[in-house]
């Protein structure tokens, strides 16, 4: 069979046609795009071109609601009264999928401007065959973004996610295929997602836990609010330094606004409701290192045109509301280009059927059904005119020459600017690189600063390249804790050396004397004194006992001491106190109170030797006075004391 192709007018013919449209978008009041939107770009067409003159359309509408349930089950309800020649929608990832496997066994065409996913590509033989797509793919938002790390030498990216109940927020729809992507590129990624708790931590750990630990560039797929708040937070964190870049997907399953010229779609950064101006500022600041990433829009004069006779059709009848922002974008746009190439390739086709009928004389009947097998012949691997340029499909009917583009902030204007696309235009399958869009300048990052942003910080990763300048260097703290614990260590063993000794001294009782032991006892009194008296010594240092002892001091003892009993204790002349205790036990407190009164020494005190404890013989042995007691001046009669000197007496006592 010859190639058919499509015819370039929709002109009236003689026969209509019969044929049945199933449109299924979902109605959702704000969602890109809507149901009420694209059913006026669709009775557009129909008024421009007057399809209705040479065709009789069996036209149902339903809403998919971007459900993976409700969606395959309108279409088998559909399908049970009369089967569609064709199914314009759905548009999110999880309607798509159920629908495009039911049509794929009927062959019935599904024309779409949504199934983003490279899952469509990658099983588009085995369970997509007869999808047919018009828009935006992750195909090419995947290459833009590897052709992007890949020029700025980027090999590690973090990929940070909202788990947004909204069914079109399908962040992992749009991360899948690019971490795929990048895997497949050597560039390595991790991923987490965002939850209440972050949000109520102000998004900290995520700063300080997941992004500063071994990325320095992060991929966000959140709403605009959650973005905003998260970068104020990297801001406070000091995180808008120029070696941190953040990367926002901006793109159709996440974005709430597609008018350009709206505010939050110039300035994101500014929130016109934010009282302090501060906030507004610090927002600014920390803008500039963001990077975002969207559709690339139609701005040529061929859409503007477009663009205004749609909306000049709704005002017409009175329809404007039903436009998202009372305008029309890329999606509708698509949707426009998608139908209307059905419609030529379904005249072109119902042509050609007429010409064989006429050729056979109408001797066979063909087959005038334009199934999803005959219209990729007609519109696959193929340039086909387009309401703004030309449409580029490939060989597996997916549009290729629509892709998205990077915007940063520009410092002059402080709105976002586009500054590089993929692929570029005019498109050509030959031109893969990325499109520079501004021959003056690079991406700014910050400060205007479009020097390549390093893999990693410059101090790397939680400042350990550049660690605090300090008296001592990091050795020296080393050197310094070794010899610390070794001084701790020596005082600890000190300490346990001395308590050894101490409780080994205790337990020894060197104080406890035996009356053996004490040799020569006599009594000193009224100056009479025993043959054994002849080797007494001086004792006027405490701690020596000399065996030898002068007649000078022989007779100063005898006209001293008085009431003192005395013994010899290991050569040494010693005192001795007789104390009367029916059973002394020696108990460790004991032995505690004896052991420091052997370790008292003063001058003005007698020296505690020792304990005779035998039950006849209890003395407490002490150091010998040989000029006498306090006792015996004070009861020595000969002794005048004048009242001065009894007070200089109590004075030194109580001292």
Same mark, same amino acid.
């Given at each position: ?49 007057? #399809?209705? !003159? ?28 009369? #089967?569609? =020649? ?15 496997? +039911?049509?794929?066994?009927? !062959? ?29 793919? *992750? ?79 992060? +991929? ?25 870049? %953040? ?28 009282? !302090? ?14 990077? %975002? ?12 045109? %477009? ?11 009175? /329809? ?32 050609? /059927? ?12 063909? !087959? ?30 997916? /549009? ?44 700014? %990052? #910050? ?5 390549? #942003? ?104 005898? *006209? ?26 020696? *108990? ?18 007698? /020296? ?23 006792? =015996? ?23």
């Amino acid at each position: 069979m010859e190639e058919k192709t499509i015819e370039t007018s929709l002109e009236t013919t003689k026969k209509k046609e019969n044929i049945t449209i199933l449109m299924m978008f979902p109605d959702i009041d704000y969602f890109i795009p809507n149901l009420k939107s694209l059913l006026i770009v669709y009775e557009y067409i129909v008024h421009h071109y007057q #399809i209705s !003159n040479w065709l009789h359309i069996n036209f149902k509408v339903t809403d998919s609601n971007c459900s993976i349930s409700l969606a395959p089950h309108v279409l088998v309800k559909t399908m049970l009264s009369t #089967i569609p =020649d064709v199914v314009f929608g759905p548009f999110c990832d999880l309607a798509v999928a159920p629908v495009a496997r +039911l049509l794929h066994f009927q !062959n019935i065409p599904l024309i779409t401007m949504g199934a983003v996913s490279n899952e469509f590509t990658l099983q588009r033989q085995t369970m997509y065959s007869t999808l047919f797509r018009f828009g935006y793919r *992750t195909d090419e938002l995947g290459t833009l973004l590897v052709k992007l790390f890949q020029y700025y030498k980027w090999s590690f990216v973090k990929f940070l996610y909202e788990d947004n109940p909204k069914p079109w927020h399908e962040c992992q729809v749009l991360l899948r295929p690019i971490a795929h992507t990048f895997a497949s590129n050597q560039i390595r990624s991790d991923n987490r997602k965002i939850t209440n708790h972050d949000i109520k931590d102000n998004f900290k750990s995520i700063f300080i836990d997941f992004i500063s630990n071994n990325a320095s560039v992060s +991929l966000w797929c959140v709403n605009p609010q959650t973005f905003r708040s998260a970068i104020l937070t990297a801001h406070k964190l000091g995180f808008v330094n120029g070696e941190y870049v %953040f990367i926002y997907l901006d793109t159709v399953l996440t974005q709430e606004n597609t008018d350009e010229k709206s505010l939050s779609v110039r300035k994101p950064w500014y929130d016109p409701n934010e009282t !302090n101006n501060q906030i507004n500022e610090n927002a600014h600041r920390a803008f500039e290192t963001v990077l %975002f990433v969207r559709q690339r829009l139609y701005t040529g004069e061929r859409f503007r045109q %477009f663009a205004d006779n749609i909306v000049e059709f709704a005002r017409q009848r009175n /329809r404007t509301k039903q436009l998202i922002h009372e305008t029309i974008g890329t999606d509708e746009t698509n949707f426009y280009d998608a139908v209307v190439t059905y419609f030529k390739a379904l005249k072109s086709h119902y042509l050609y /059927r007429n010409s064989e009928e006429l050729i056979n004389n109408n001797e066979t009947k063909t !087959n005038r059904r334009l199934d999803a097998d005959t219209l990729k012949t007609m519109i696959c691997n193929r340039s086909i005119e387009g309401i703004n340029k030309n449409i580029t499909m490939n060989q597996i009917c997916d /549009r290729i020459d629509i892709g998205y583009t990077v915007f940063d902030l520009d410092p002059d204007t402080e709105e976002l600017k586009a500054v590089l696309a993929y692929p570029a235009e005019p498109y050509s399958i030959e031109n893969n690189q990325l499109q520079w869009l501004n021959k003056s300048r690079l991406i700014y %990052f #910050i400060d205007r600063n479009s020097t390549f #942003i390093p893999d990693s910080p410059r101090c790397g990763f939680n400042n350990l390249k550049c660690p605090k300048n300090t008296l001592i260097p990091i050795w020296g703290w080393i050197i310094i804790g070794l010899l610390s614990i070794i001084v701790l260590l020596l005082i600890l063993g000190f300490i346990l050396y001395r308590r050894a000794k101490f409780e080994a001294e205790l337990k020894s009782m060197q104080w406890l004397i035996k009356w053996e032991e004490l040799s020569g006892r006599t009594l000193l009194h009224n100056s009479v004194a025993t043959p054994s008296f002849h080797k007494l010594s001086l004792s006027q240092k405490r701690s020596s006992f000399s065996s030898n002892h002068s007649d000078d001091s022989d007779t100063d003892v005898r *006209t001293r001491q008085t009431f003192t009993k005395t013994a010899f204790y290991k050569s040494s002349l010693v005192a001795l106190k007789r104390f009367y205790k029916t059973k002394l036990e020696t *108990t460790r407190a004991l032995q505690l109170e004896v052991k420091a009164m052997q370790d008292l020494t003063h001058d003005h005190i007698a /020296r505690f030797i020792g304990i005779c404890i035998d039950p006849k013989h209890q003395y407490i042995v002490t150091e010998y006075c040989p000029k006498g007691s306090l006792q =015996d001046i004070l009861e020595n009669d000969e002794i005048k004391l004048d009242t001065m000197f009894k007070h200089s007496i109590m004075h030194d006592i109580v001292k």
